[in-house]
Each structure stands twice: as structure tokens, then as C-alpha cells.
């Protein structure tokens, strides 16, 4: 397992915005993807990116937030607008090393080899 390094998390008032980075160790062919656990809910999908640069965004998350990737410095970022207190949870940043993303289970936890250690995101109302 390669563990990625996440930064970016904090407090924001809602409507407020933040991004999060995470450094990987330089995949080539990747699917990467974005997830997070709230209290007490089981961890979930948030956006998803391929290396053939196709997205997947949870329905929450749509219109809002954004994913990419600096590939020349191996970096994953979530750009988050318009956060909302719903938003509140403790996101991971995770990637598997393939040709772009199962079209099937790309927004499962499951699919994924590779994890960051997690970053808190809270948003107050």
C-alpha cells in the first residue's frame, strides 16, 4: 500500500471555500478518486478522475466541487465552493494504480489500493 500525503482541511463558515491537496507517488495510469466519512455514516465517493481525464462527481457535490490533477507534480486537488454544513466530514484522498476508472465501481472504496491519512473539513452554519 502507497500512502499519499493530504493537506488542505479546516474550518469554514458555510458558503465559504477550500481546497485540498494530496501528493502521490507518480502514477501514470491512475484512477483517483476523493471520499469522506461524516460521524457516525459510512465513508463515500465524492469525485472521481481518470488519467484519460474523465470526472464522476457525487449528485451533493455537483456544481460545487471540482477535481484535478498537476501531473507534473503529482498532485490530486479538490477545489470545494459553496460548502455547506453537510459537508462536514473527514475526507480521503485515494488512488489505484490501472487505465482509468471502472465505470461500475469507481465511486467504491473498494476499488482503491492507496490512501491518504485523512483530512477534517468542517463547515459551520
Known amino acids: 500500500q502507497v500512502q499519499m500525503v493530504e493537506s488542505g482541511g479546516g474550518s469554514v463558515q458555510s458558503g465559504g471555500s477550500l481546497r485540498l491537496s494530496c501528493v502521490d507517488p507518480g502514477y501514470t495510469e491512475y484512477c483517483m478518486g476523493w471520499f469522506r466519512q461524516a460521524p457516525g455514516k459510512e465513508r463515500e465517493g465524492v469525485a472521481v478522475l481518470s488519467n484519460y481525464g474523465g470526472t464522476k462527481y457525487a449528485d451533493s457535490v455537483k456544481d460545487r466541487f471540482t477535481i484535478s490533477r498537476d501531473n507534473a507534480n503529482n498532485t490530486l486537488y479538490l477545489q470545494m465552493s459553496n460548502l455547506k454544513p453537510e459537508d462536514t466530514a473527514i475526507y480521503y484522498c485515494?488512488?489505484?494504480?490501472?487505465?482509468?476508472?471502472?465505470?461500475?465501481?469507481?465511486?467504491?472504496?473498494?476499488?482503491?489500493?492507496?490512501w491518504g491519512q485523512g483530512t477534517q473539513v468542517t463547515v459551520s452554519s
Open positions: 485515494a488512488a489505484v494504480a490501472r487505465s482509468g476508472c471502472p465505470i461500475m465501481t469507481s465511486m467504491s472504496q473498494n476499488t482503491y489500493s492507496d
